[in-house]
């Protein structure tokens, strides 16, 4: 099993920052890949960026692309977003989510590919 605890959401004005982290425990050994998604009030929950613990592919999400920077630092098993020029359109519930398999990377934007998923973390950005 693997579990994972996010933190770093809060309340920030449109145009800030926040850094996201997301501490992985367990068979984190066998963790293949992690990803962020986000969930807004009455919408279904969406893909941000994913990173393969090898550190050799990184994707984000068009919206995101540019303004996020996700990464990783293997030694304390824990996956960071760090979330610049934040919008309100950004406000959401964030997820984190670990993936033990060796898939594919073009399918690692799809929630159902992550086995283990963390409680999330409310992000708010006031206009």
């Known amino acids: 099993q693997v579990q994972l605890v996010e933190s770093g959401g809060g309340l920030v004005q449109a145009g800030g920052s926040l850094r996201l982290s997301c501490a992985a425990s367990?068979?984190?050994?066998?963790?293949?890949?992690m990803g962020w998604f986000r969930q807004a009030p009455g919408k279904e929950r969406e893909f941000v960026a994913w990173?393969?613990?090898?550190?050799?592919?990184?994707y984000y999400a068009n919206s995101v692309k540019g303004r996020f920077t996700i990464s990783g630092d293997n030694a304390k098993n824990t996956v960071y977003l760090q979330m610049n020029s934040l919008k309100p359109e950004d406000t959401a519930v964030y997820y984190c989510a670990a993936t033990t398999q060796p898939v594919n990377i073009v399918v690692l934007t799809l929630r159902s590919v992550y086995e283990y998923w963390g409680q999330g973390t409310q992000v708010t950005i006031s206009s």
């Open positions: 367990g068979r984190t050994f066998n963790s293949y890949a």
């Open positions: 990173i393969r613990w090898s550190g050799d592919a990184i």
